[in-house]
């Protein structure tokens, strides 16, 4: 759908010649400026997120020496993620109420920021069985929101001047940024909001690209001073063989499964959750004391699972297949629960891991391939659960080669294609 909005340029005077090339040059700085605070504060979030999980995980468990710890601290951890968010009603939205008021409002806003971001750190500290991207895609959101309407804002800024100089063209444009955080400048200024506003597509192009560069600049210098910070991991690609085969309609039949036992997790933990709204303490807390107990049975079934993927990769030859199995089962039932619950966060990278370590399970029971295995039952898996195929496969080369993306677009398609009965609501 074309953007009907008018276009900045059309707005107000037009500056020639220095003033011109000036505020050009200036919106170009300072979108990628922006976006390298933007790639700077969300690495500094999942530097926090690492620190905290590494002190309640690691450090806190060494230094009380107590097996009955996660028994004690998952509940506290809910109970005060409830109480936060009974006080503010500020815990992140999931990725398509995100999608859907960026969509509808032109871009997204965070009411309580502060504790937008302590509601998306605690699940996350405390073991919470969710993704990070759910929490991050609404502050990025939020970032990339207040980018755009800076922008549009400093071209406003440089058309409404009187006296269009160089340097006053660079005062409106470097001084858009915190005039959008500290003041209503519109009001101030008699200027219109920004967000009625448009840029020229190839200007678009431009100042988001520059955007980008800042983003991914400011990520690599964060890794380089404070280190990596996870992600998943990469699986190297299989041997083909012929023989395999027919496995795969079995991984695949696995895959299909784990997506019906995910949407009926679903479904009731969309129950769950319309009680949690009521008493969101108590059903926090009550969550995190499963999430204790499961940690004490099966601990890869907690945190978001991209760590848990590099373990499982080194130890499941180890591991006998029915915990594995069941691992993967309850991984799969635990993240919607959570999100019921009011531990909010995001699905991908949990459902990635169950995925993986059911496809593991597979390969210790059957003596097939494992990266065969692992392919096709998360490819199955995770095309049964987003229900969108595409999406799939795009969110699995994350993980596997280019070289397996044949089994990965079937074994999605199936997933994705045949008929789910318990489809969440």
């Not at 605690?122 to 991050?136: D, K, N, Q, R, W």
């Not at 601990?299 to 069941?326: D, H, N, Y």
């Not at 390969?363 to 692992?374: E, K, M, R, S, Y």
Request: with cysteine.
């Amino acid at each position: 759908m074309a953007d009907s909005r008018p276009l900045v340029g059309e707005y107000g005077g037009f500056p020639e010649g220095a003033p011109r090339i000036a505020g050009v040059c200036g919106l170009v700085a300072v979108s990628l400026g922006m976006g390298l605070v933007v790639g700077v504060l969300v690495s500094l979030l999942l530097r926090a997120m690492n620190i905290g999980v590494a002190f309640m995980w690691e450090a806190l468990p060494r230094a009380v020496g107590a097996w009955w710890l996660p028994l004690l601290v998952c509940p506290a951890g809910g109970a005060l993620i409830g109480y936060i968010s009974k006080r503010t009603h500020a815990a992140p939205q999931e990725l398509n109420e995100v999608f859907a008021q960026v969509k509808k409002e032109g871009g997204y806003a965070l009411e309580r920021p502060f504790a937008t971001v302590v509601l998306f750190l605690l699940p996350l500290v405390f073991g919470g069985s969710i993704g990070p991207e759910a929490g991050l895609t609404g502050i990025i959101a939020a970032l990339v929101t207040w980018i755009g309407d800076s922008l549009r804002r400093a071209g406003l800024g440089t058309k409404s001047l009187a006296d269009v100089t160089v340097s006053a063209t660079l005062t409106a444009v470097f001084g858009a940024p915190f005039a959008g955080i500290v003041a209503a400048r519109e009001a101030m200024s008699g200027e219109p909001n920004p967000r009625l506003f448009t840029f020229r597509r190839v200007v678009k192009v431009v100042l988001y690209v520059a955007a980008a560069a800042g983003a991914f600049l400011g990520l690599w210098l964060a890794s380089l001073m404070l280190g990596q910070m996870g992600g998943l991991p990469r699986f190297d690609s299989f041997a083909f063989d012929v023989a395999q085969l027919p496995w795969a309609l079995l991984f695949v039949a696995v895959g299909y499964a784990l997506g019906v036992e995910s949407h009926l997790a679903t479904r009731l933990a969309h129950r769950v959750g319309a009680h949690a709204e009521e008493r969101p303490v108590l059903f926090a807390a009550l969550c995190g004391l499963v999430l204790g107990a499961l940690y004490l049975v099966l601990p890869l079934t907690l945190f978001s699972g991209e760590e848990q993927c590099r373990e499982i990769v080194q130890t499941w030859v180890g591991l006998p297949a029915c915990v594995l199995a069941a691992t993967a089962v309850l991984k799969c039932a635990a993240t919607p629960l959570c999100i019921g619950a009011g531990w909010r966060g995001g699905t991908i990278f949990p459902n990635i891991f169950t995925g993986v370590v059911a496809g593991f399970a597979l390969a210790a029971l059957t003596g097939v391939d494992p990266l065969f295995a692992v392919t096709a039952t998360a490819s199955a898996f995770i095309g049964a659960t987003t229900r969108k195929p595409l999406l799939a496969v795009c969110l699995l080369l994350l993980c596997f080669p280019l070289q397996s993306l044949p089994l990965v677009v079937v074994a999605a398609l199936l997933g994705a294609k045949i008929p789910m009965p318990l489809r969440a609501e």
